[in-house]
């Protein structure tokens, strides 16, 4: 069965730095999407991207947040400058047409 | 979106049913019910989704009264593997963008 994966499984960066979180959604799929969950908390919405462009986004996916299709595979979300607070497990998804979204493993980002 | 209510939390035991019902008085017309199961440290998964009346695919049965003010997710004869956090989510699930709006879940403990 085709997958989302997502790469690096963990990262550790340091307050103020970049950091560069990877997805490869599966193939056919037309519509991205991004969320995030606080350890403890809900999955949270940041954004979604079809056509090379931002569809819709969060209160939560401000200017320190972009999200880049670089290549026809890969999609990518920056952090420009990370907080303590962006700490959490980022979820890559993506769907087809239909309904269901596939959700990637996360990236566990953890800012010190 | 209309919102939900579900339990927090649940026990059971291996080998039995376990329904997990879900409140959304103002779903509108509409509005598709979608659950999502969540293992820890992973990102969500799609178990299954439904309009009215009864749903059942290899996994869960989805049981929508005629009012679709509430929803029931079924799991027969659950196992250990089954404990995860159940998500109701309620929304017109056909729109290209949709976004997920999760809740907080139903907390689902089986034991032996």
């Known amino acids: 069965e085709p997958e989302v994966t997502q790469t690096p499984s963990h990262q550790v960066t340091q307050m103020g730095q970049e950091v560069i979180l990877r997805c490869v959604p599966i193939?056919?799929?037309?519509?991205f999407y991004w969320y995030r969950q606080i350890l403890g908390q809900k999955v949270e919405f940041l954004v979604s991207f079809y056509n090379n462009e931002i569809s819709e986004k969060s209160e939560i996916f401000d200017d320190q947040f972009s999200v880049e299709r670089p290549d026809g595979s890969n999609f990518t979300l920056k952090i420009r400058s990370t907080k303590l607070e962006d700490s959490a497990m980022y979820f890559c998804?993506?769907?087809?047409?239909?309904?269901?979204?596939?959700f990637g493993p996360g990236t566990r980002l953890t800012v010190t | 979106l209309a919102k939900t209510t579900q339990p927090i939390s649940m026990d059971s035991y291996e080998g039995q049913e376990v329904n997990i019902t879900c409140s959304h008085n103002n779903i509108a017309t509409n509005d598709y019910i979608t659950w999502y199961q969540q293992f820890p440290s992973q990102g969500p998964r799609f178990i299954i989704q439904?309009?009215?009346t009864k749903v059942t695919n290899e996994v869960a049965s989805l049981f929508i009264p005629a009012d679709r003010k509430s929803s029931t997710l079924s799991l027969p004869r659950v196992s250990l593997s089954d404990t995860a956090v159940y998500y109701c989510l309620v929304g017109d699930m056909k729109g290209g963008f949709q976004k997920l709006v999760f809740g907080t879940g139903t907390r689902l403990l089986v034991s032996p």
């Open positions: 439904g309009y009215k």
């Open positions: 998804a993506s769907k087809d047409s239909f309904y269901e979204q596939y």
């Open positions: 193939s056919n799929h037309l519509y």
